[in-house]
């Protein structure tokens, strides 16, 4: 059963909570989250009895819904997913306003993530991997964790500052995050096991067009060595001169301490992707001003992205509904056509074997005048085989015979 956050605010302004989230079945816990979730106020304890004396505070206006605001919720999880306008760029010409604003030493997105970050276990190249999944968008080893956890804090920060709300995605947007390719050369395609990602991208909305942002560490392709259960480069961990039967030296890809930026779109049909790259001594922080002011323009890029996917989407949709009532009308043809041979079949079938038992008919006649001229006795014995035998071929009613014929139609 799902509600938009419209209709939410309709019924818990129409009666106590209680029997609002019994209808729901949940608690009135659970849904006082979820009108936080979708930004729809909720009478204060105590009203309904203040109501009732005439002493309540008036029923306050439901605020109009933000970029990345949920429009939606249901109880199974699964919204039905109020159609969204395109995302939108601030207009051309205008200057988002900085929000006025005591700004916090770190953004809301990063209050728990650092412990959580901190508490993960490390794979077997040392990229975290936190066991919690709804966390901010960062991808990195230990060593460079409180970098990217500070860049994280600074850019989030910066953008706000601009009017740019930087969030989780909400649910029922269904926006994605691409795939990490912390290469820095890239190479061949590969799996994807043993890589940390959120359940949810981390945008920032430009208007009301959301990007992604993803922080990573960079890996190059460096000499390893299998050691102590890990792999550690030769340049750390020189080779002994005596080296045991099975070491041995490989070339893998390994954190290398840069940290990249990047920004993607999230939305399925519009591919846009953007990077900002450390350089050997780690200078990315300094150039977060300079981020935001490339990043805002480029919102206008990934809305008409977004626009010319949406309808080159709708016109494969057209095109998949006309092929589709194509085929159904061929399979109506292929079936009418099958039917009537169908029938004509069972109808020579029928009449044929109308015939065969008017033929047998016929036999068991003549033997039954010709068992009259016998005695009693075999006469008795003689109508009584006769009886058996014609049971095995039924009866040579052509009506009821033909009331088991399937006309075409009933096919």
């Keep these: 059963m799902g509600i938009t956050r419209e209709e939410l605010y309709e019924e818990v302004w129409a009666e106590p909570m209680t029997k609002v989230a019994a209808r729901y079945n ?38 109009e819904a933000g970029p990345g605001d949920e429009l939606e919720w249901s109880r199974d999880g699964e919204p039905r997913r109020v159609p969204r306008a395109l995302p939108k760029p601030p207009e051309e010409g205008t200057r988002t306003p900085r929000v006025r604003r005591i700004r916090p030493a770190e953004h809301d997105l990063l209050l728990v993530a650092r412990e959580h970050f901190q508490a993960a276990r490390a794979s077997d190249s040392g990229y975290l991997r936190p066991t919690k999944r709804r966390l901010v968008d960062v991808f990195a080893t230990r060593g460079t964790l409180d970098r990217a956890l500070d860049l994280a804090n600074a850019l989030f920060l910066t953008l706000e500052d601009r009017g740019h709300r930087v969030t989780l995605a909400p649910l029922d947007q269904h926006l994605q995050r691409p795939v990490v390719d912390e290469r820095s050369e890239g190479g061949r395609e590969r799996d994807n096991y043993g890589r940390w990602a959120p359940d949810r991208p981390t945008v920032v909305y430009i208007g009301t067009v959301a990007i992604g942002l993803t922080i990573f560490e960079l890996s190059a ?140 008919e016929g036999f068991f006649e003549d033997a039954e005048r010709r068992a009259a001229a016998l005695g009693e006795q075999d006469r008795v014995a003689l109508l009584d085989r006769l009886h058996r035998a014609r049971a095995l071929f039924g009866g040579v009613d052509a009506l009821q015979r033909f009331l088991n014929w399937k006309a075409p139609e009933e096919r």
């Design 26 to 63: 949940v608690s009135s816990s659970f849904l006082a989250r979820v009108c936080k979730r979708l930004t729809v106020p909720r009478p204060v304890r105590g009203y309904w009895a203040k109501l009732a004396v005439g002493k309540a505070s008036p029923k306050p206006d439901l605020p």
């Design 221 to 360: 392709e460096v000499d390893v060595r299998y050691v102590d259960g890990k792999y550690v480069p030769v340049a750390q961990h020189p080779v002994p001169k005596r080296r045991a039967a099975y070491d041995w030296i490989h070339k893998r890809d390994m954190p290398s301490g840069r940290l990249c930026l990047r920004a993607s779109s999230p939305y399925a049909y519009a591919r846009w992707e953007k990077q900002w790259r450390d350089a050997k001594g780690g200078d990315l922080s300094s150039k977060i001003p300079h981020i935001v002011r490339e990043l805002e323009p480029e919102a206008a890029t990934i809305a008409r992205l977004v626009a010319e996917g949406e309808r080159q989407a709708e016109i494969r949709r057209r095109e998949w509904e006309a092929q589709h009532e194509r085929w159904q009308r061929e399979e109506a043809e292929r079936r009418r056509v099958q039917n009537i041979k169908e029938s004509r079949e069972q109808l020579f079938g029928l009449i044929e074997a109308w015939g065969l038992a008017k033929r047998i």
